[in-house]
T-cell receptor, first 111, second 112 residues
């Protein structure tokens, strides 16, 4: 699986959009980009994933660049409950490639 | 309610005393896995299972055993726990590797 690079920490004002970047310059054509988050010592929670096209669900939007070398997770209106560690994971969707979690980005939403 | 449950949630034990952490899911998922989380090291996979009676080693399997006799259960066994297995453990399940994983609430284990 391609490795990812994320900033170790970010701050965001409550009510504003949180934009979390992820670099995955060695991604291959059939690797997906997944985002999970972990709120203080709770089990990680799936947020969204995509291959080429931008994706949106009730939690967030995922913007993947045209060359697929980077992506951005957008939380449109961050709340204090969005304070968490966010993990960007790139992996093949095959039976032999489980999730590999990196260090992630610690997002702090500030009132 | 669809969920992954783990028991116990907290456990303090002593070196060498065999223990089992149970994991159960009620979503009929084929895929289950165990992770440990340590400060500065992130989440690391211990073992995973594609289906009943099929298990494989993850990144850090040493000192652990698992079994998958039923689809819903995936217990983690520490035959002879040591202090370096003090950690926060998570169980996860998904319909298959292609789908998102659902994580349990975690088990905080301390081995003295």
């Amino acid at each position: 699986d391609a490795k990812t690079t994320q900033p170790p920490s970010m701050d965001c004002a409550e009510g504003r959009a949180a934009n979390l970047p992820c670099n995955h310059s060695t991604i291959s054509g059939n690797e997906y980009v997944y985002w999970y988050r972990q709120i203080h010592s709770q089990g990680p929670q799936y947020i969204i994933h995509g291959l080429k096209n931008n994706e949106t669900n009730e939690m967030a939007s995922l913007i993947i660049t045209e060359d697929r070398k980077s992506s951005t997770l957008i939380l449109p209106h961050a709340t204090l409950r969005d304070t968490a560690v966010y993990y960007c994971i790139v992996r093949l969707e095959s039976r032999d490639t489980p999730l590999v979690f990196g260090k992630g980005t610690r997002l702090s939403v500030i009132a | 309610e669809a969920q992954v449950t783990q028991n116990p949630r907290y456990l303090i034990t002593v070196t060498g005393k065999k223990l089992t952490v149970t994991c159960s899911q009620n979503m009929n998922h084929e895929y289950m896995s165990w992770y440990r989380q340590d400060p500065g090291l992130g989440l690391r996979q211990i073992y995973y299972s594609m289906n009943v009676e099929v298990t494989d080693k993850g990144d850090v399997p040493e000192g652990y055993k698992v079994s998958r006799k039923e689809k819903r259960n995936f217990p983690l066994i520490l035959e002879s726990p040591s202090p370096n297995q003090t950690s926060l453990y998570f169980c996860a399940s998904s319909p298959s590797l292609q789908n998102e994983q659902f994580f349990g609430p975690g088990t905080r284990l301390t081995v003295l």
